[in-house]
């Protein structure tokens, strides 16, 4: 059983930085298959932020990301990371990682559900 974690939240001001992980909390399982990004707010869906594929070296991101958002992994210790710049208030959310050992469909990012294992969220609040 894969128990994710993530740390790195917190509150910064707009046009600022923050970088997410996402570790594998129980020491015995192995980070593999697909990692992805999300958030949500209350009284939306959650959204997909960004994700990637090793098997296929595909990575994904949201429109809304693209370009200030990265996705890195480090097989070696366990963990991935979202590094995510420009920071603006609409990235105000919940963000939480997941993983999935299936193939991805076309957009992984649309289909939250296909993941399996999730962590319990970090909050990224950013101010004007």
């Known amino acids: 059983q894969v128990q994710l974690e993530e740390s790195g939240g917190g509150s910064v001001e707009a046009g600022g930085s923050l970088r997410l992980s996402c570790t594998e909390a129980?020491?015995?399982?192995?980070?593999?298959?697909?990692m992805g990004w999300f958030r949500q707010v209350p009284g939306k869906e959650r959204e997909g932020v960004a994700a990637f594929f090793p098997a296929a070296s595909r990575t994904y991101y949201a429109d809304s990301v693209k370009g200030r958002f990265t996705l890195s992994v480090v097989n070696s210790k366990n963990v991935f990371y979202l590094e995510m710049n420009g920071l603006k208030p609409d990235d105000t959310a919940m963000y939480y990682c997941a993983t999935s050992a299936r193939w991805p469909p076309a957009n992984p990012l649309t289909r939250p559900g296909d993941f399996d294992y999730w962590g319990q969220g970090t909050q990224v609040t950013v101010s004007s």
């Open positions: 129980s020491g015995y399982a192995k980070i593999f298959g697909l």
